[in-house]
């Protein structure tokens, strides 16, 4: 880890091109365009609707939910390397593109608190750290509490599972440290999470930070699938 620290952020994580950014201007401007999504999901819409037709069905238990980026070319591939190597000039980076996506900036400036999603003690001793927590601290680090949202227990690989077991294999795995909990009510909260693909691990998440009686729960993605969440 130590080397990837020192890896001097000279190229461009998407097309390589020297000299850079961690991400350079062009690939920012041609693969990072802002877009309408569902207020809910976060699922890009074409259909001019705020809400796509299945949250209208099955409203999430959160009251918006905003994305950075389509997790698809080239952004699925930056971040299985962010996952895995701490950079903190891509951090820094993926962090600015989060803060110009649509009504991103206003929801970090009204919220009071910001809680990265968790790992399990066992995924972040296999990765070192927490990519949600390194965003958060890029995006607002005066409101970020790591140690209110707790994963409680350690869970199988999401992307390995269809739908329904994805539900069924996160739940009860977050829960609120008890004497941080108290201090969440009547709060706006912005929960952060890297990727977002079927919602399940949001859904779970986002269920014992509403018992705690929040104002306002917003789920803020860096990269969401381009596929419904019910899928
Ligand atoms: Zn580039
Ligand atoms: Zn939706």
Redesign the pocket.
Known sequence: MFSALLKLPGQCEVCRSWPARALCEACVARFARPKPR?R??A?PLNTGTP??G??LLNPPPWQACLAGLDYAYPWAGVLGRFKFRQSAGLAASLASLMRSAPWVEPALDEAEVLLPMPLSTQRLKERGYNQSLLLARQLAPEKVQAQTLLRIRHTEAQSELPREQRLRNVAGAFALEPTAAASLAGKRVVLLDDVMTSGASLRAAALPVQQAGVAHLTCLVLARTPAP?HA
């Open positions: 569902c809910l999901c699922l809400v796509c299945d949250c969440m």
